[in-house]
């Protein structure tokens, strides 16, 4: 994958932003900077998992230029900030590798089921492929989406009885209601 340019804010050449800051008023400005960074940075590149072991190797966490990286306890403690407002979510007890939500999984739901209404596309069946990488779906910003990102998004539209899920061995798809 290709990195997409991201314009840096001005505190990634700063380099106590790596260090997480003592001062408690410091500290939350400190954190939502990163989390918005996070995001901007997750959605730009359609990066969907991040596996803390492995952060150090992306541009996000490790700012070559000023020979300053991200501490892993850093970063997982701002994942889990994000996880309080629903933009991240742990996959495991770990917490090493995480699903970023530049869209919370509800605001993912809505866009993928106002794509199914403006198409007509209710009462119909759709392969999870054809809902990520379809034709049709290429100019939309869930084009893409992580299969299991999708699927959590999906089950957020099934507690609404606006689909059902078919996940067999056979078959990965979504009846539209």
């Keep these: 994958m290709s990195e997409t340019e991201v314009e840096w804010p001005w505190q990634y050449a700063f380099p106590p932003f790596f260090t997480l800051q003592p001062h408690p008023e410091t500290r939350s400005k400190q954190v939502s900077a990163w989390k918005s960074l996070i995001l901007e940075y997750c959605q730009k590149n359609k990066l969907f998992i991040i596996d803390v072991r492995e952060a150090h190797q992306l541009p996000l966490f490790h700012n070559s230029a000023i020979n300053r990286k991200l501490d892993p306890t850093v970063v997982v403690s701002i994942l889990s900030e994000l996880s ?72 957020v539209l099934e507690g609404e009885r606006k689909c059902e899920l078919i996940l067999s061995d056979e078959e990965q798809g979504v009846k539209f209601f």
Excluded: P
């Design 84 to 155: 309080k407002s629903g933009n991240a979510g742990a996959l495991d007890k770990a917490k090493h590798r995480w699903e970023i939500y530049w869209h919370t999984l509800e605001e993912w739901a809505a866009m993928i089921y106002d794509h199914v209404c403006d198409n007509g596309m209710q009462n119909s069946v759709l392969t999870l492929f054809e809902l990520s990488q379809g034709e049709d779906v290429q100019d939309k910003e869930f084009a893409g989406i992580h299969t299991d990102v999708l699927i959590k998004a999906l089950r």
